[in-house]
């Protein structure tokens, strides 16, 4: 996949874009709603000999057109959304730098633009997508600024249980903790990268060594308790349990949540490497405990209740 960067004014050598089956989406998360609407480019395109293409904006919206609102947390943050989108088989990835005068651009100028001067020939996107100043353009007026130039395809919306599967969904169900219900809305499980640093090493000391993993700000994170989780280090999954919070038994000060996987069967140096921690089940909440002897003997029910909600994935 070729990702290219695009900018307002366009910055780009029109004539290398061969004719395109064009998504349009921001598609924070590429939940299955976002992978409707790609995979119907991939279908489209086949059926009418096009290279597929997708065009997404950096950085979200909310950061440009709402001044107090500085710092997003993204459900995939770009380098994931990108490899997500990659592995989807996109031949062309297009990332708009979201900026004022880009979002000033009048619906009609947007796609004269950022469309029709792409050799888009065919343009997919949801029933909602809207495009334009204030969002004013939308798939209902897209014919009108199509100058007939392009066909287009509208996806319906995908609902589980009744409900639209959304990015604004997802971020809830990642805030209450709901991690074991995200695959039915994003296609597989809640991921967070980060580098192994640190950390004051007591784990070691009562029987549970731990990678404190520090999470890039920019991804959400689940509430504060113990997870199920699975960590990915190098190119092999393992599973472990993972406590997010505070350690009050310990720190009463902490001013920063720490991500600290016990990570099963395992016990190599992994200090200053990246890994992925993958969110499966929620367990408990954070806990003070009144001494280490009652600390370990939870941790041990933890590690048991992860280890049995793993053997009961494989039945």
């Known amino acids: 996949m070729e990702v290219i960067k695009l900018k307002f004014p366009l910055n780009i050598d029109k004539t290398k874009i061969p004719p395109l089956c064009l998504a349009l989406g921001y598609f924070d998360g590429v939940h299955l709603g976002?992978?409707?609407?790609?995979?119907?480019?991939?279908?489209?395109?086949?059926q009418k000999g096009l290279h597929t293409a997708v065009m997404t904006f950096d950085p979200h919206p909310s950061v440009v057109l709402r001044k107090n609102d500085k710092h997003v947390q993204y459900i995939t943050p770009l380098a994931e959304k990108i490899k997500i989108i990659e592995e989807l088989g996109i031949d062309y990835l297009f990332i708009v730098h979201f900026t004022t005068e880009f979002a000033n651009l009048l619906p009609q100028e947007f796609?004269?633009?950022?469309?029709?001067?792409?050799?888009?020939?065919?343009?997919?996107?949801?029933f909602d997508f809207s495009y334009?100043?204030?969002?004013?353009?939308?798939?209902?007026?897209?014919?009108?600024?199509?100058?007939?130039k392009f066909t287009f395809t509208i996806v319906e919306k995908l609902t589980t249980g009744n409900e639209k599967v959304s990015s604004?969904?997802?971020?809830?169900?990642i805030k209450d903790g709901r991690t074991a219900e995200l695959p039915e809305l994003l296609g597989r499980f809640y991921m967070t990268a980060g580098i192994v640093v640190h950390g004051d090493k007591r784990g070691r000391t009562i029987g549970f060594p731990t990678a404190n993993v520090e999470t890039k700000d920019e991804y959400i994170l689940p509430p504060l308790g113990v997870y199920a989780v699975k960590?990915?280090?190098?190119?092999?999954?393992?599973?472990?349990?993972?406590?997010?919070?505070?350690?009050?038994?310990?720190?009463?000060?902490?001013?920063?949540v720490s991500v600290e996987v016990h990570v099963f069967d395992f016990n190599?140096?992994?200090?200053?490497?990246?890994?992925?921690?993958?969110?499966?089940?929620?367990?408990?909440?954070?806990?003070?405990?009144?001494?280490?002897?009652?600390l370990v003997t939870q941790i041990e029910k933890d590690k048991q209740n992860a280890i049995d909600y793993f053997n009961k994935r494989l039945c």
């Not at 790609?38 to 279908?43: G, P, T, V």
């Not at 604004?168 to 169900?173: K, L, M, N, V, W």
């Open 231 to 256: 960590i990915k280090i190098g190119e092999a999954w393992y599973e472990g349990v993972c406590n997010v919070g505070y350690k009050p038994t310990f720190n009463k000060e902490a001013l920063r």
């Open 168 to 173: 604004t969904r997802i971020r809830q169900y």
């Open 34 to 46: 976002h992978q409707k609407v790609i995979l119907e480019a991939k279908k489209q395109a086949h």
């Open 111 to 126: 796609i004269d633009q950022f469309v029709i001067d792409l050799n888009v020939k065919h343009v997919v996107a949801g």
């Open 268 to 294: 190599k140096d992994i200090y200053g490497e990246l890994v992925v921690v993958e969110w499966h089940q929620y367990l408990r909440k954070e806990q003070k405990f009144s001494g280490i002897e009652e």
């Open 132 to 148: 334009g100043r204030m969002g004013k353009g939308t798939m209902e007026v897209l014919p009108f600024h199509s100058r007939e």
